[in-house]
């Protein structure tokens, strides 16, 4: 396991607010100071808009831009030309949908999702569904939280023409096997959009390894900035795909009625993008490859057999859901007897722990738990044992509060 306690000093909110146990880290990670310092320094310093000025602060903002994409391309095992900046893994999402699917699939074919995305991964494909009459499948779950991948032989089919599955759930915490279903997908010529939001913080990631045709994922969920993320997509795809949105340096040649477009990457980041943002997330990347991504999927195991293993000892009245095993990651979504998780997540708070409650942006999941909502407790490089010591003790608590509703 990796020192979480020699790590917490680099956050600056855990420093300043030691009372506070944070564990909704699948929602959005701190920052540490490094990452709060590169956006600082470089609006301070270095400041310039990226790819317009040909004067020296301009190329030097370029540059540290294009590092940024540099590192990020290192951290996924991925070519520079490949990583294009987005705002999200929402936009990331959108975009194959637009500049891909969009123009690609025709009535009949099949668009195959699972039952445990997230709204990111689901409603971008509805669009694409009703614009091109394409069909909509889900790979069934099993009831211990992991895809049923049975299933495969008779869900995929000549028709499928896109599978589209989350990399590790954000509510099961279940690591999904993609190079497998990529595999099978690859077969039937389907391409493959991998749904890393929760994957590419936690552990290492090989888009290559994992057969996949686009891979994307989330800065804010990785100790970056909000409002920058990055879409990965195979090479010989993305030049083939049209513009998601027209403008600025996304072009080569503009005439009165027509327009021709850059090579991918900038084709696909029309208008000023994100430069400070997409620098700082480079910087976190660095700081999470410098940690290692080994240890702390390691460490975010650990952590999650010990709250479980405790969970089921202590508080038999807390249901958990998703699979016990190595193919999961440090998240834990619950429900205390018959109490709404807002209630539950209410008055954790008063004990000074922070979780999510609610659907998680996955209610067909949610229903397929048959629960309305889970209160949600996810861990992170800095979480030590100590705070899931104290998110246990104040659940004690919080089950002796509402007794009566158990």
């Given at each position: ?144 939280g992991r895809l049923d991948l049975d299933a495969l032989d008779t ?252």
């Amino acid at each position: 396991m990796i020192a979480a306690r020699d790590i917490r000093p680099d956050f600056p909110l855990i420093v300043a607010r030691p009372d506070q146990v944070y564990l909704d880290s699948t929602a959005s990670a701190q920052k540490p100071q490094v990452v709060i310092e590169t956006l600082s320094r470089f609006y301070r310093e270095h400041y310039a808009n990226v790819h317009r000025g040909g004067y020296a602060l301009s190329l030097e903002a370029t540059q540290a831009y294009e590092n940024a994409r540099k590192t990020l391309a290192r951290f996924v095992g991925a070519d520079e030309h490949e990583i294009i900046f987005v705002r999200n893994a929402t936009e990331a999402l959108n975009l194959v949908a637009y500049a891909w699917a969009m123009k690609t699939l025709r009535p009949g074919d099949e668009i195959l999702l699972t039952e445990m995305e997230h709204h990111a991964n689901l409603v971008p494909w509805h669009f694409v569904a009703k614009q091109t009459g394409a069909k909509i499948k889900a790979i069934p779950i099993t009831p211990q939280g992991r895809l049923d991948l049975d299933a495969l032989d008779t869900l995929l089919t000549r028709r499928t023409r896109l599978v589209s599955v989350v990399h590790m759930s954000n509510v099961l915490g279940t690591l999904n096997p993609v190079a497998e279903i990529a595999k099978a997908a690859k077969e039937k010529g389907a391409l493959v959009v991998v749904d890393g939001a929760q994957s590419a913080p936690h552990l290492p990631v090989d888009v290559k390894g994992l057969g996949a045709d686009f891979f994307a994922f989330s800065g804010h969920k990785m100790c970056g900035p909000t409002g920058i993320g990055v879409l990965w997509g195979r090479y010989e795809i993305l030049e083939q795909m049209e513009p998601f949105l027209g403008g600025g340096e996304m072009i080569r040649e503009v005439y009165i009625d027509r327009s021709t477009y850059a090579r991918p990457p900038q084709r696909f980041e029309a208008g000023t993008p994100a430069i400070a943002e997409a620098v700082a997330l480079g910087a976190a990347a660095e700081y999470l490859l410098g940690v290692g991504m080994e240890n702390i999927w390691k460490h975010d195991q650990e952590l999650l057999e010990y709250a479980l293993q405790r969970l089921d000892e202590e508080l038999p009245e807390v249901q958990t859901f998703g699979p016990r095993g190595p193919d999961r990651g440090g998240v834990i979504a619950f429900t205390l007897g018959s109490v709404h998780a807002h209630d539950v997540a209410c008055a954790l708070d008063q004990h000074g722990i922070a979780v999510r409650a609610g659907h998680h942006c996955a209610q067909p999941l949610h229903r397929k738990l048959g629960v309305p909502a889970t209160a949600r407790a996810s861990f992170y490089l800095y979480t030590t044992q100590e705070d899931v010591d104290r998110f246990l003790q104040a659940m004690k608590e919080v089950r002796g509060f509402f007794k009566d509703w158990l």
